[in-house]
């Protein structure tokens, strides 16, 4: 069975768009053929905060396979502790259990709050990714930014 790659890049005319707001110095989630920054780590499992520039805004479109995008988002929301965090993920994970680490437990009772540092914007259009294995497509499903900054609370 071959394994087809879930690294598909962000479209460039969006990232510029947010680059102009964020001025973006790092990009959390990318290979050489798909940065959009000069700084990029090719492991966005490592510790983020170990990286140069840590107060500069980050940028992260992470692998939205099963099982990957919760962890990396669970350390985009460590890093926004020091710098600015801004995730492109499917609309689904505000729905999914990729935020369990915002949770306040409770004894039995499982409540999530609302929490400060975390704004979440839905984009007006299905977001056209690119991919070296594939042709360029519009996934079957939404997109938001989830814009982490808990060092301006």
Not at 70 to 90: M, N
Not at 110 to 127: A, D, P
Request: glycine share 4%; hydrophobic share 30%; charged share 25%.
């Amino acid at each position: 069975m071959i394994k087809i790659s879930d690294e598909w890049e962000t479209p460039q005319d969006l990232f510029d768009k947010l680059d102009k707001e964020f001025n973006f110095k790092v990009d959390a989630c990318a290979n050489e053929g798909n940065a959009k920054c000069d700084l990029y780590l090719k492991d966005a499992s490592k510790r983020w905060d170990s990286i140069p520039n840590v107060n500069s805004s980050m940028f992260c479109n992470p692998p939205y396979s099963r099982g990957k995008t919760g962890p990396i988002l669970k350390r985009a929301w460590e890093a926004s502790e020091y710098t600015t965090v801004v995730c492109l993920v499917p609309t689904r994970v505000l729905s999914c259990k990729y935020f369990d680490f915002l949770d306040h437990h409770n004894g039995e009772n499982h409540t999530r709050y609302w929490v400060t540092g975390l704004e979440v914007r839905h984009l007006s259009r299905r977001v056209k990714f690119t991919n070296p294995h594939r042709e360029s497509s519009s996934p079957n499903f939404e997109c938001c930014l989830l814009i982490m900054n808990k060092s301006e609370q």
